[in-house]
């Protein structure tokens, strides 16, 4: 099964300043990669994905991702929180059957 | 587009008694929904995947005949809790997703149901 792996379960950042939330994958082959984000109370938001097109991704809100096999990681930055920046943010790779695996989760902070 | 609703989005039930959850697209064909549990502070676990017209296909360590799926139409897939219990409260989400999305994992999530029995 693929998996990801969150190395952050918070991250506390300033307003302004820039956002790194980390993730490595597990995967036997080329993976597809995701990064969903959860407001309190709301519902899971695609922020962007990876599909073996451009290891950049840029996705909404500013926040991008790069896909890099050599360290199998799939970090997600963003240069400047903003407050409503808060939520918590996941990682997540396509298995079999389409199913989606999530990884634990990072809760962002962004403090004024 | 590609809205999926839920449900009721909170529901308050006794232990002991059965509960009913929608999972429905608005506005597109949903061959495959996807159930997935979280509680506080958790990531999502997939329960299962069920595909319109067929029987549902449970994660490991997923009680079937404790999470009825029926997923009867390309709209609607309905997940029941049977027999509820304290420990079944949690958050339920579903997603979907349709013929032309399904091979690029494009999931479409419903805004969860918060279940708590008591």
């Known amino acids: 099964a693929q998996s990801v792996t969150q190395l952050d379960s918070h991250v506390s950042v300033s307003e302004g300043t820039p956002v790194l939330l980390r993730c490595n994958y597990s995967?036997?082959?080329?993976?597809?990669l995701f990064w969903y984000v959860q407001h309190p109370n709301k519902g899971l938001q695609l922020l962007l994905k990876?599909?073996?097109?451009?290891?950049l991704v840029k996705g909404i809100n500013g926040f991008e991702a790069e896909f890099k096999k050599s360290e199998t990681s799939f970090h997600l930055t963003k240069p400047s929180a903003h407050m409503s920046d808060a939520a918590e943010y996941f990682c997540?790779?396509?298995?079999?059957?389409?199913?989606?695996?999530f990884g634990k989760g990072t809760s962002l902070l962004v403090t004024p | 587009g590609a809205v999926v609703s839920q449900h009721p989005s909170r529901v308050i039930c006794k232990s002991g008694t059965s509960v009913k959850i929608e999972c429905r697209s608005l506005d597109f064909q949903a061959t495959t929904m996807f159930w997935y549990r979280q509680f506080p502070k958790k990531s999502l676990m997939l329960m299962a995947t069920?595909?319109?017209?067929?029987?549902?296909?449970?994660e490991q360590g997923v009680e079937k005949d404790k999470f009825l799926i029926n997923h009867a139409s390309l709209t609607l897939s309905t997940l029941t809790v049977t027999s509820a219990h304290p420990e079944d409260s949690s958050f339920y989400i579903c997603?979907?997703?349709?013929?032309?999305?399904?091979?690029?994992?494009?999931?479409?999530f419903g805004p969860g149901t918060r279940l708590t029995v008591t």
């Open positions: 990876y599909t073996s097109a451009a290891t």
């Open positions: 997540v790779v396509g298995d079999s059957g389409y199913a989606l695996n």
């Open positions: 997603s979907a997703s349709s013929p032309g999305t399904s091979a690029s994992y494009e999931q479409y």
């Open positions: 995967s036997s082959y080329s993976p597809s």
């Open positions: 069920s595909n319109e017209g067929s029987k549902a296909t449970y």
